[in-house]
């Protein structure tokens, strides 16, 4: 069992666990996410590993309730236990000076890009943060942000905060004035990463995106977090979780991430487990 | 005089089929005592016993047969547990008609002795016991096993029995390999497997679930930092291979592991009260014709599925699974389209499955394996309509602790590199099982893990006595 040492409300429906996983704790690397699962009949849920503390053997992740499974995970508080939590997976970010990077985060994305800025930033690079949200409530993190990048822009979709616009809007503006940056990394939902894929290819940027495909093992046994990279089939578990943004197949991966949408108002409905065993859920 | 033998094995009671489709209980109910005892008649405990030739550890069937007949079934295990430590799952899933079986002298003229059944029965009669632990003292040498499918619980089972102290360090959140997530309850009742399983921790073998290695150490980090003194390596066959067909990321294709993991480990059968979701489909195709293709199809089957096809592109004699798991899938309805090439996915546009494009085979001349070689006959392509395809037709290496060990010897399929005594290209690192010889059997991967774990002892013992 894992226990939850803290947990944090970031903005409705978003959550902050710090979980005591040493051993996790010890080999994490920006970049790189964990598989927690919460109970017996829980489901494999990958997510990123926001950040880490050795010392105390803490790994921090931030998650938006989804569905079914995210939203029992956020029914847990403080002392409570995950039954397991593995990683750290993935392939960890290439960290290096680079020149200027800009680091774009979509939604929830701003806890995976935060660590990588943060590496980026000691590597000595000259980082630039991006962060938009839908509103002046879901945003959060922008002091860590702040601190880990820079210059940081924050924009809103509806102007609730700072400025409206989408990063996207803040991206061009900033090339437009600044020039081409070594590297763009986006990470948020897909039509956000698909969006400043499209854009950076225009100027011809590099651009990496980690993608959130739907996983089962996340060790390269199942083949469900399949993705096609320049023609070729990958496991973003192991190959990723970061691809060439502009050899991504993001309308693939959008069919793909609605595989079990009905499934998943199947189990909305449900409550708890019922079975208490009978359906051999404990056996 | 000669005996009179009875010339066929006794039935194995089964579970109906039309029941059996429907469910997730085990299909074969095993040998009651008296059926037991009258199948071990047929035993003529030779001379020069033909069968334990074809065994892939040597199994003193003879010998365990005999003690069958004399009701000594504990001294029966005794026998089979020296070279097999696990009757109960062997009993089951080994290909007996491939190995011991087909060299009974009985079989010559009339079926073989069910010698496999007889394994099952013993197994299943010691599951249920405590079993005895013999230790050696402890040698105070450290030991890791990389992997807990069978060839690492064989070669735990033999050091722990040595005096070794062992942890074994297991990638997913539940000990057991294939035998936990790829052999549905079905063929394997987990229980049996986890029953082995606590036997091992008795014997104070120490097993971490949710640990990578390669991600949550390195091979040199557990050598050098965390003290062990020598490592095993049964990480197993578990990277699926897809066919590069056009369309094949569409929603509903299936690999074999996906599908079977999410049904076994994660007991998507009993969702929406378990967590985790599975497409079963109303027509499934399974691609290939081995055990884990028969394992998907009566998956689907079970789930719900309304028609369910194996696609093979050879002949019915050509399939690769075992003989009784081909015989069971037909009995439940599993439908068999042979001689059947798939050539594409075809899927609408939203993503989803619609159909399988397939084309129709002949069998033309050998090949290298010496089975004739299916070639496409022109123009025969033919769309089956299916929601969900599931593939199975094989897998590779498991890359997470190759990756990033890169003086261990690999080959270029990237099976781990050893040799006989299971010894790999690093010092202290031996390997063994699916990842060595790439996907086999449940019996092989223990014969490798139990040669390792001899030849970890020897070298262990050859440093002397442990220095603290
Ligand atoms: C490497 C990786 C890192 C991730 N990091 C984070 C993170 O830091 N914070 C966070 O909030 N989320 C993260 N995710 C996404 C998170 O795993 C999913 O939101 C979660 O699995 C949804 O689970 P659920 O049961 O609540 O929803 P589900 O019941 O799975 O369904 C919710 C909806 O989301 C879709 N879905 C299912 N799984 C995924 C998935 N993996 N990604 C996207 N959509 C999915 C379904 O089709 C469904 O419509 C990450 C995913 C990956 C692969
Ligand atoms: C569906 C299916 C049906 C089968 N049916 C039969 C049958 O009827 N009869 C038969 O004889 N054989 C059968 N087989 C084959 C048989 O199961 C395998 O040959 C056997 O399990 C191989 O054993 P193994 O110990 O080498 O590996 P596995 O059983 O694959 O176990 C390897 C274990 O190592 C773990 N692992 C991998 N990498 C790491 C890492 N880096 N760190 C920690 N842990 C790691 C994996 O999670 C896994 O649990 C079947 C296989 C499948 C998939
Ligand atoms: S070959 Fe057949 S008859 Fe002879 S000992 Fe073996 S099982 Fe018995
Ligand atoms: S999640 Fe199973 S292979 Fe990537």
Redesign the pocket.
């Known amino acids: 069992m894992y226990q939850i040492i803290s947990k944090k409300a970031l903005a409705p429906a978003i959550y902050e666990y710090e979980i005591l996983a040493p051993k996790v704790a010890k080999k994490a690397k920006a970049g790189q996410f964990i598989i927690v699962k919460v109970d017996e009949q829980g489901e494999r849920i990958p997510l990123t590993i926001a950040d880490f503390n050795r010392e105390t053997g803490t790994v921090t992740i931030v998650f938006a309730e989804a569905g079914y499974s995210t939203k029992k995970l956020g029914q847990l508080n403080a002392g409570d236990a995950v039954q397991d939590f593995v990683g750290p997976l993935g392939v960890p970010s290439h960290v290096d000076k680079l020149g200027t990077v800009i680091m774009v985060a979509g939604g929830v994305g701003v806890a995976p890009v935060y660590p990588i800025a943060r590496e980026m930033k000691i590597a000595g690079s000259h980082v630039v943060g991006i962060m938009g949200a839908r509103n002046k409530d879901l945003i959060f993190w922008e002091d860590r942000m702040k601190e880990a990048c820079d210059e940081l822009f924050v924009t809103t979709d509806d102007g609730s905060y700072v400025r409206q616009g989408f990063v996207t809007d803040v991206l061009r503006e900033y090339i437009e004035k600044e020039g081409n940056p070594a590297m763009v990394m986006a990470i948020g939902p897909l039509p956000m990463m698909r969006a400043v894929a499209n854009m950076t290819k225009e100027y011809g940027i590099k651009t990496m995106v980690s993608l959130n495909s739907i996983m089962v093992d996340g ?1 390269g ?1 199942c083949g469900a977090c399949r993705v096609t990279i320049g023609g070729e089939t990958k496991f973003v578990c192991v190959d990723g979780p970061e691809f060439d943004g502009h050899l991504v197949d993001f309308e693939e991966q959008l069919m793909r991430s609605r595989q079990y949408k009905s499934e998943e108002q199947q189990a909305m409905q449900q409550s708890s487990c019922g079975c208490g065993g009978g359906g051999k859920c404990h056996g | 005089m000669a005996k009179q033998i009875i010339p066929k094995k006794h039935p194995m009671p089964h579970q109906d089929p039309k029941v059996r489709a429907k469910n997730f209980d085990e299909v074969a109910l095993g040998y009651t005592e008296e059926l037991a005892l009258a199948e071990a008649e047929r035993c003529l405990k030779c001379k020069n016993p033909m069968c334990m030739k074809g065994c892939p550890v040597s199994v003193d069937i003879p010998e365990f047969i005999a003690h069958v007949k004399e009701r000594k079934y504990e001294e029966a295990a005794k026998v089979i547990k020296r070279t097999n430590a696990l009757p109960a799952v062997c009993g089951r ?3 007996q008609e491939n190995q011991c079986e087909k060299f009974c002298i009985v079989g010559k003229k009339n079926e073989p002795v069910a010698i496999g059944r007889l394994e099952r029965f013993v197994g299943d009669y010691m599951v249920n016991k405590e079993a005895e632990i013999e230790k050696a003292e402890a040698t105070g040498y450290k030991v890791a096993i ?7 619980l064989a070669c735990a089972a033999d050091l722990a029995r040595l005096g070794h102290s062992v942890t074994m ?4 959140h539940t000990p ?4 936990m997530y ?2 549905p309850e079905f063929r394997l009742p987990k229980a049996i497997v986890q029953k082995e399983i606590q036997n091992l921790k008795k014997m104070g073998v120490e097993i971490e679930t949710n ?4 991600q949550i150490a390195s091979l040199d980090e557990l050598l050098q930092e965390e003290g062990f003194d020598a490592v095993f390596l ?5 990277t699926p291979y897809f066919m590069n067909l056009p369309g094949e990321n569409y929603n509903g294709v299936y690999s ?1 592991n996906e599908f ?1 993991t999410r049904s076994n480990l994660m007991k998507a059968y009993c969702f929406p009260q378990c967590d985790t979701p599975i497409k079963v489909g109303k027509k499934v195709a399974v691609l290939g014709g081995g ?2 293709a028969m ?1 998907a199809a009566r998956t689907a089957l079970r789930l719900g599925a309304e028609d369910v096809y194996i696609v093979y592109r050879r002949s019915r004699a050509e399939l690769p699974a ?1 003989l009784e ?1 081909v015989e069971h899938a037909e009995e439940e309805g599993v439908q068999f389209l042979f001689l059947t090439n798939p050539t594409k996915y075809v899927g609408s546009e939203e993503g989803w499955l619609t159909g399988l494009q397939c084309i129709k085979m002949e069998l033309g001349e050998p090949d290298a394996s010496g089975r004739r070689k299916p070639v496409p006959i022109d123009g025969s392509e033919f769309v089956l309509p299916v929601d969900v395809a599931i593939v199975a037709i094989g ?1 590779g290496p ?1 890359p ?2 190759t990756k990033t060990t890169p003086d261990l010897e690999t080959n270029k399929r990237g099976n781990i590199t050893a040799d006989e005594t299971g010894k790999t290209s690093k010092e202290g690192v031996y390997a063994g ?3 060595v010889t790439g ?7 223990m014969g490798a893990g139990r040669v390792a774990a001899t030849s970890i002892h020897e070298y262990l013992m050859g440093k002397g006595p442990k220095k603290n």
Do not use: H, W, Y
């Open positions: 060790t046994m | 899933v080994c290909p990389v992997g807990s499918g069978p060839a690492g360090f297991e990638a997913l057991g390999g294939v035998l790829g052999i640990a990578i290695v390669g049964g990480t197993g066959a578990g074999a079977l055990n884990v394992d075992r798991e897998q498991n997470l602790l099982g699916d990842v996907a086999a059997t449940v019996i092989k991967a």
